[in-house]
C-alpha cells in the first residue's frame, strides 16, 4: 500500500473548519483513500473514504485532487470532541480483504 | 448493535504468565483484526482473519503470541509467557468483507501491564 504523509500536528479554533492534508504522492490507481481518527484512549473510529470524487458525510468532507496525489479531510465546525489524532490511509480496494496500516497521523487540537 | 467487544479492559499480570486477550465482533462481520498500540511504535497490525481463517499473521512479533477464532463471534490472542515489552493497549476490530465502505469498527481496547 502507499505511504502517506501527514503533518505531526495542528490546532484550530473551535467552531472554525479544521482542514487536515495528507500527502500519498505514490497512491495507485486502484487505491483508496482513508481517514480515521483516535480520540484519547478509545480505538480508531472510521471517517471517510473516496477513489477520485469529493465525498461527505455528517461527519466530514474529503477533497481529493485530481492527481490524486493528495487528499484534505474538512470538519466544518470542529469543537473540543474533534480534539484527536486524524490518520491517512490508503489502501488497495474498499473491501476489507486488504488490510488497514496505520501511519502516525496528525493530532489536532482544538481550542477554545 | 453493542460493537466490538473486548475483555478484559484492564490486565496486570507478572512476567511469565500467560495472558489472554478475548474479542466478539460484531454479529455478521467476517473479517477480524487485532492490533497493538504502543507510544514507541504507534499502531501495528497482528494479524487478520477472514472467515475464521487466518489470511496474514506477518505482524505477530514472535512465537510467543498465537491468535484462534474458533467461531465466527469469537477470536482469542494469547501471549505465553509474557514479557514487560508486551505491555500496550491490543485492540480488536471487525469489518464485512465486501462491504460498501470497507470500514473497520474497533472495540475500546485492553490495557496490558507485564511487570
Known amino acids: 500500500d502507499a505511504k502517506t504523509t501527514q503533518p505531526p500536528s495542528m490546532d484550530c479554533a473551535e467552531g472554525r473548519a479544521a482542514n487536515l492534508p495528507c500527502n500519498h504522492s505514490t497512491i495507485s490507481g486502484n487505491e483508496y483513500v482513508y481517514w480515521y481518527r483516535q480520540i484519547h484512549s478509545q480505538g480508531p473510529q472510521y471517517i471517510i473514504h473516496g477513489l477520485k470524487n469529493n465525498e461527505t458525510n455528517e461527519m466530514a468532507s474529503l477533497i481529493i485532487t485530481e492527481d490524486r496525489k493528495s487528499s484534505t479531510l474538512i470538519l466544518p465546525h470542529a469543537t473540543l470532541r474533534d480534539t484527536a489524532v486524524y490518520y491517512c490511509?490508503?489502501?488497495?480496494?474498499?473491501?476489507?480483504?486488504?488490510?488497514?496500516?496505520f501511519g502516525s497521523g496528525t493530532r489536532l487540537s482544538i481550542r477554545p | 448493535d453493542a460493537g466490538v467487544i473486548q475483555s478484559p479492559r484492564h490486565e496486570v499480570t507478572e512476567m511469565g504468565q500467560e495472558v489472554t486477550l478475548r474479542c466478539k465482533p460484531i454479529?455478521?462481520?467476517?473479517?477480524l483484526f487485532w492490533y497493538r498500540q504502543t507510544m514507541m511504535r504507534g499502531l501495528e497490525l497482528l494479524i487478520y482473519f477472514n472467515n475464521n481463517v487466518p489470511i496474514d499473521d506477518s505482524g505477530m512479533p514472535e512465537d510467543r503470541f498465537s491468535a484462534k477464532m474458533p467461531n465466527a463471534s469469537f477470536s482469542t490472542l494469547k501471549i505465553q509467557p509474557s514479557e514487560p515489552r508486551d505491555s500496550a493497549v491490543y485492540f480488536c476490530?471487525?469489518?464485512?468483507?465486501?462491504?460498501?465502505?470497507?470500514?473497520?469498527?474497533f472495540g475500546s481496547g485492553t490495557r496490558l501491564t507485564v511487570v
Open positions: 490511509i490508503v489502501r488497495v480496494g474498499s473491501s476489507s480483504a486488504s488490510k488497514i496500516i
Open positions: 454479529s455478521g462481520h467476517n473479517s
Open positions: 476490530a471487525s469489518s464485512q468483507l465486501a462491504s460498501g465502505t470497507g470500514s473497520y469498527t
